[in-house]
Structures are given as C-alpha cells and as structure tokens.
C-alpha cells in the first residue's frame, strides 16, 4: 500500500475529550495543577503547540526543545495524548522582519502588519520553505513520542488571511493560470475578454483583481477564488508531504471552520486523513443549533461518511463577537453532544485554561478565571465524565437518507461578482433556508457535492447549482432514473465553469431532466415580495422568482399567484426513469419550504413531521447491530416526544418506551437493535406544537 493510501487513524482508544493547551503562557508549578484537574474532568486529548514557533525557535536555526519535551512526557505520564501541531499557524518576528517581502497585502494594496497570527502570504517561497523546515524539524523531533496521537498542521488555514494580493501572489497567480488555460488564447477564450477590451497579450499584464473602475470581469474573480484556495491547499501540501516522510503511519489533519466561504474543504478533506472541525455557534441566537446541524452534515460528510472530530468549541463566551453573550447553563453540554450525534468522536474546546492576558483573555475556557470553582469547569468536567458513557458510539456513523449539494463554484460565483441578476441570492443563504426546513421537518442531512455519489440517498437537494458542467448533470440524471429524488433550487445550471451562459439559458444540462425552461430571471425589489400559490396555500416569496416555461410531461405544483408572472408554473415536478426530478423556481420563507419539502419527502416515501419545533433534534448513529438515536432539546422549555422503539438511554442506563421527557436542554441516547428504517421520532406534546417563527 503506497503511503497517500495508507490507512492512518487517530491513536485514541476513546471518545476524545480536552482543548487546545498552551502551556508556555503558564509556570511549571501551573503545569502540574493543569494535569491534576484535566484527569480529574476525563481529559485523554490536548492540542499543542500551535503559536508556540517563536518560543521553540527563538533565533533562526537556535532550537529550544525543552520546555515541549517536559509538558509533553507529563501529559503522556497522565495518561494524556497529544494532538501535536507543527506550530506554523503564524510566523516569528524575526522571520518576517528579515523577509518583510512575505508579508501578505489586502485588496487595496496595503501591507498587513505583524502583531496578530497568519502574517504571512500563502504564496510565498520564503513562507512555504520555513513552514517545511519547522515541520520536518517537529517530526524529527517528536515523530516517536508516544503521546502523538496525530499531527495538526497549521491552525485554521484562512482564518485571517485566505486571499492575498502582493506581488508574490500576482507571480503565483499567473502561474496557476498558465497551468489551468496553457496559453494566452486560452485564458482570453475562458474569460470572454471580447466583452470591454479586456484582452490580455502579455501574462505579466495579468494582476490580482484589484479594485477598478468598474465591475471587475467575473470570470477572473471566480478564478482567483479558486486559485486562493488552491493556494493554501498547496502549503498544506508542503506539510503534509514532510510528516507522511517521517512519520508515514501518523495521521494528520488541519481544523475546518464548519461551513467556510473561502476554502473548497472537499480538496483539503481529500488530502488529510481525519477530518477535524472548529464550530462556535452563536449562545445569543436560539436557532444556532440549526446551523449547525448544517456544519457537521458537511464534516461527516468530507470523507464519505467516516467519524469526524469536534477540534474546538467554546466553554461559555468567545472573544470576537460584537457582543460575547455567555451560554446558558446546560447548553454546553446539549451543543457538545449535538456534535457527538452528528458523527463526531471527540469534544474538545478553546481552550483548556483561560488567558490572562491577549486578544483571548475573555474568551472562555474549560478552566475558567476562578479555577475549578469556575462555572464553566463544573460543567465541562460533568460532561468529560458523561462522555465516557457513550463510548459504545464511537466510530458509529450518522444514519441519513437526504443529502444537500454543496458546491464551492456556485458558492463563489453568487457571492463574488458584481455583475450578477441580484445580490440576494446567493449560495450560502440558499443552503441555511432548505437545510433549515429539512430539520424542522425531522430528517437529518448530509453534504455531497454535484458529482455524487448519491448511493444511499433517496432524496437529493440542491438549493442553488449555479455553476455546472456536463459530467454533474449527468450524475444527478442518473440518480434520479435509478428511483432518486431530486429538487434543484433557482438560479441553478446557469454557466459553465468559465461563467459562460449555457446555449439556450437556464437549466442548462439539466433542462432534459427538469422539463423545464426559464426564458427569464425576475429577481424582486427590496421591500417587495410576491406570492405563490401551492397546495391550497399562498405563500410568500420575498426576493427571487423566475419565468419559466414547462414541457406537457411535467407536472405544476404550484403558481405565480399575483404580479407580472400570475398564473406562471413556479414549482415543477417531472417524472424520470424510476425517480423524480423538481424544480423550486423562486426563494420561499420559512413556512412555504416547509409546505413544499413537506410534500417532496412525502413522494420520496420519506417521514415528515406534521406538527414542527425548531428545538427538537432527533439524530441517529449505527453500527452493524445496534442504532444509538440522541434526542435533543436545544429549547428552554421541557418538551415530550415519542419513541418509536424501546431502548435503554446510555446516559443513565433507564430504560424507555413509549414517551421520552426531555427537560431544558435535555438530551438522551436510546440504545436499541438496529432498525431497517431510520427511526423517526414525531412530537407527542410540547409548550408549542410549531416552529416558534410560523406563529411569530
């Protein structure tokens, strides 16, 4: 077996839980308190050292090893793992101050200082072979340690600085162009240069797209999108080819920022061996979670479905809000375990012991100001403890017969061109409002891009595909002729990849398939909204329809009620091979997606809640004999809800039938044989039997 195929996994023994740990902000003597405190709470896993570079390398090529070489044997003496960064997440001072020229620029030409982390270009040859040499000298170093669970490289790659416009940037990017197009004819045929006398004739004409005077060509924008990500891929790359040489059998990853704009996470997943996560949803907005759902949908997802780890999360308040609202006591634990449902085998947070000083000293930790009298320490030790009872879950996987597509392209290419229909239709928003009706309605959700594969699903979704390519539309027609279901949402297979409109218009590849045509995009004015008629309901539809026109074969669900399109089919279903193909024309509030994707899971032959409540998750996990199903009550209000089977709760070892009761932030895991369907599990009583928003 070659070593990028080499099976490598996480040397943990058990559900992972602990934080990012960063002892050279702490005496010796704190050490040792540290240690006695996390197992005493059931830490087995810490992140270190990953802004440590400047205090392991004080002097180019002076090492001072140390200080990392006695943390690391105390924790691995308390039974305490490592996942051990190479601690490259932001250069040295003096390695910038010798090599200013490795600073990165922001749009308008303006060098970025140091003082804060990520001050580096990603392009930078200079950057890039220090960041190889730590590397190496790390697994040099460590490679053997015994603690080493897994190597993690860098800290949230684009955090920061995920685009850069320096000079280096500009040499770089030409490059990946000349790679992509191969000559001057071929960039200028891909970016339509005919349009505004934008031919180029020389590639050192060819800069970073700056501001001008006007909309900037979206072709090229698209392409520095792809080239920025392709950018950071590549120094994650560099590191990783240097760790798979040392240390051949260890796993390494980098922490994803859930649902993150600037990075194509299905390259970087295809890279790493262990998909990691850092997920901070917002303690002031009741319906976090809901996104969240969302986030660890794609995590589970990146790599075929296989467990994922929680990297970091927060133990109360964080530090770069706005306003850092603390969270509320117990939702620690039903946030922590909302992850654990979603197919993650660890919980671990920023970070162990809170800072007493820098830009994250009022950011919460496990272990908070007041030491273990802390709130924050009470609850985060109860759940370390609690952790321990799930261990039948681990290396479970999420059980979903519904996944979302989610593709960079159409990410990037409604969200970065000026020169588009609307502005108020994009991507990311798309994919929010059709998750967030799909949880409601009970069914989880996972992430696949347009390409598939779609084995397993009966329903397929894609709420905006505005960029697609022969070879995806022939992968959704596929799925749909084998007896799948597919909705596709508007503003969908409009271009190609070079943002060229496709013969004929919207849909594109895809018009065989929908039966339909759209002869016209009709985006609504800010404060206006339309109506739209469908299954005896009129529905709201607040800023995007379109005309289209529909074969005989297809069947209307629902019409333009008012308005210049009156009486114009909106939401279209098509009968193909053994499936069925929608098309959802126009954007829907909340309780028309739940009337349309009610009716949709219903021809699916998939379940769907009639009465709904935003706070009530039910998720399952399986393994070849037993579903482990975690019901979770995100509310503040104790709900009730039916179990479909007996089974014994992991949490407290009771065991339940017929109505479960779950208290403000409950949660529970039912243990029973494993169901050939997915078990559904409807609301038997609540304070409120419907989405807070549908009575609001």
């Known amino acids: 077996m070659s070593a990028p195929d080499r099976v490598r996994r996480v040397r943990l023994d058990a559900l992972a839980f602990g934080g990012d740990y960063n002892p050279d902000q702490w005496s010796e003597q704190t050490w040792h308190e540290d240690i006695r405190l996390m197992r005493e709470a059931g830490v087995n896993l810490v992140s270190l050292p990953i ?42 001072s003096w390695l910038l101050r010798a090599h200013p020229e490795m600073a990165p620029w922001d749009a308008d030409g303006h060098r970025l200082e140091f003082g804060s982390r990520q001050t580096y270009c990603p392009s930078s040859p200079i950057w890039r072979e ?63 240069v005919n349009v505004w006398g934008q031919r180029y004739t020389a590639w050192e004409h060819i800069e970073t797209p700056k501001k001008a005077p006007g909309p900037v060509n979206p072709t090229k924008l698209l392409d520095f999108e792809r080239f920025s990500s392709d950018a950071l891929l590549e120094l994650f790359q560099i590191e990783i080819d240097v760790l798979r040489e040392v240390t051949p059998d260890v796993a390494v990853t980098t922490n994803f920022m859930s649902m993150f704009r600037d990075l194509d996470y299905w390259d970087f997943a295809a890279r790493e061996d262990v998909v990691t996560d850092d997920a ?36 109360s308040a964080t530090s770069w809000r706005d306003v850092n609202v603390p969270k509320a006591p117990g ?13 993650s085998d660890a919980v671990m947070f920023f970070q162990w012991r809170q800072a007493r000083y820098g830009q994250e000293k009022f950011h919460s930790s496990m272990l908070g100001h007041r030491g273990e009298r802390s709130r924050s320490f009470q609850e985060t030790k109860a759940l ?21 597509v989610v593709d960079w392209d159409s990410w990037w290419g409604t969200s970065a061109a000026e020169s588009l229909p609307s502005q108020r239709l994009q991507w990311a928003q798309q994919a929010r409002d059709w998750h967030r009706a799909l949880f409601v309605l009970g069914q989880p959700t996972d992430a696949v891009r347009a390409i598939g594969p779609f084995d397993g699903y009966d329903l397929v979704v894609v709420p905006n595909l505005y960029i697609i390519e022969q070879p995806q539309a022939d992968a959704l027609r596929a799925f749909v002729e084998r007896g799948g279901h597919l909705v596709v949402g508007p503003f969908s297979a409009v271009v190609d990849a070079t943002e060229k409109v496709h013969p004929g218009g919207a849909p594109g590849p895809l018009r065989d398939l929908l039966g339909i045509e759209v002869d016209e995009q009709w985006p609504i004015a800010d404060g206006m909204s339309e109506r739209l008629a469908y299954a005896g309901r009129d529905l709201t539809v607040p800023s995007w329809s379109e005309w289209i026109e ?17 009486g114009l089919p909106a939401v279209t279903r098509r009968p193909v091979g053994d499936g069925t193909a929608w098309y959802v024309s126009a954007t829907v509030e909340h309780e028309g997606m739940l009337s349309i994707f009610r009716d949709v899971l219903h021809s699916a032959g998939l379940d769907a809640r009639e009465h709904t409540d935003l706070d ?3 998720v399952t996990r399986s393994d070849e004999t037993t579903d482990y199903t975690f019901y979770l009550n995100h509310g503040r209000a104790p709900v009730t809800v039916e179990i479909p089977q007996p089974g014994t709760d992991l949490l407290t070892g009771i065991h339940r039938s017929g109505h479960l009761a779950l208290e403000r932030y409950g949660v529970a895991v039912l243990s029973t044989p494993r169901s050939s369907r997915i078990q559904f599990a409807p609301l038997a009583s609540s304070p409120s039997d419907t989405d807070p928003e549908e009575d609001a």
């Open 51 to 92: 802004f440590s570079w400047p205090q392991l390398e004080p002097e180019p090529g002076v090492y001072e090893w140390e200080w990392l070489d006695r943390i690391l044997d105390l924790l691995w003496g308390a039974g305490i793992a490592i996942d051990l960064a190479t601690a490259t997440a932001t250069p040295p």
């Open 130 to 192: 220090n960041v190889a040499r730590m590397a190496r000298a790390m697994a040099e170093r460590y490679g053997r340690h015994p603690g080493l669970a897994m190597w993690h490289i860098s800290n949230e790659y684009g955090d920061h600085v995920s685009r850069c416009w320096c000079p280096e940037s500009a040499r770089h990017f030409r490059r990946w162009l000349q790679d992509r197009y191969g000559d001057l004819d071929g960039l200028n045929e891909a970016w339509g």
């Open 280 to 315: 901070y949803p917002e303690p002031a907005d009741p319906t976090s979670h809901v996104g969240a759902a969302l986030n660890y949908g794609l995590m589970r997802s990146l790599k075929g479905g296989q467990p994922w780890l929680l990297l970091e999360s927060s133990a």
């Open 331 to 343: 939702k620690i634990r039903v946030e922590s375990l909302q992850a654990v449902a979603h197919g």
């Open 384 to 404: 370390g403890l609690e952790l321990q009872r799930l261990e039948p879950v681990r290396g479970t996987r999420v059980r979903s017969r519904v996944a979302l």
């Open 550 to 566: 529909a074969d005989a074969d297809v069947e209307v669900r629902g019409t333009y009620a008012g308005g210049e399109l009156d």
């Open 616 to 618: 009530v998750e039910v």
